[in-house]
């Protein structure tokens, strides 16, 4: 299971005190209110830091860190990622699961039948799309929806479906 995961990426600077324009990843742009601590991921290592203050516009977040307080701190960390690990991550309602802890679970169908592995999640907004990549090399797409997906064992890395008319086709 995968152990952090990616929740922003650093745009630019903002203004002259230190703050940062963060691209969000995670799909709870709420989660940056209630972060305290994560980690900018750059090519020298990891920067472990806290959050000082967080504020949305538009389609981004404004970050600062308590150990920065100047522009010429953070210009570095342009294009760098932000992360935190799975103890700092957003707690998990009934029924979810983080997204890496689905990627290479096996699929079977309701007959127990081997499918394949899950290979990627598309998000599409209604509903994921699980793309699951087939011994016979081929792509099967299964949304992930109550009448496919039946079962999601993500500690066991195992996803059971039941196949809807044409899907094989």
Do not use: W
Not at 32 to 49: A, E, Q, S, W, Y
Not at 90 to 102: A, G, H
Not at 146 to 156: G, Q
Request: net charge negative.
């Amino acid at each position: 299971m995968e152990d952090i995961f990616r929740i922003g990426v650093i745009t630019r600077t903002h203004g002259l005190k230190g703050e940062v324009k963060v691209y969000p990843t995670t799909d709870d742009v709420n989660r940056f209110k209630n972060l305290k601590k994560c980690f900018i991921r750059t090519k020298k290592g990891d920067i472990h830091v806290e959050k000082k203050s967080c504020k949305f516009f538009k389609n981004m977040v404004i970050l600062a860190f308590k150990e920065f307080d100047n522009i010429n701190d953070v210009e570095v960390f342009k294009d760098c990622d932000i992360y935190v690990t799975r103890e700092d991550a957003v707690p998990l309602k009934e029924d979810e699961y983080y997204i890496s802890d689905v990627i290479d679970s096996d699929v079977y169908d309701e007959k127990g039948k081997g499918l394949g592995k899950i290979k990627d999640v598309i998000q599409t907004g209604a509903n994921d799309v699980f793309v699951v990549s087939m011994e016979d090399g081929k792509e099967l797409l299964l949304p992930v929806i109550n009448d496919c997906v039946l079962e999601i064992n993500a500690k066991e890395k195992t996803v059971v479906v039941k196949l809807m008319k044409g899907m094989l086709d």
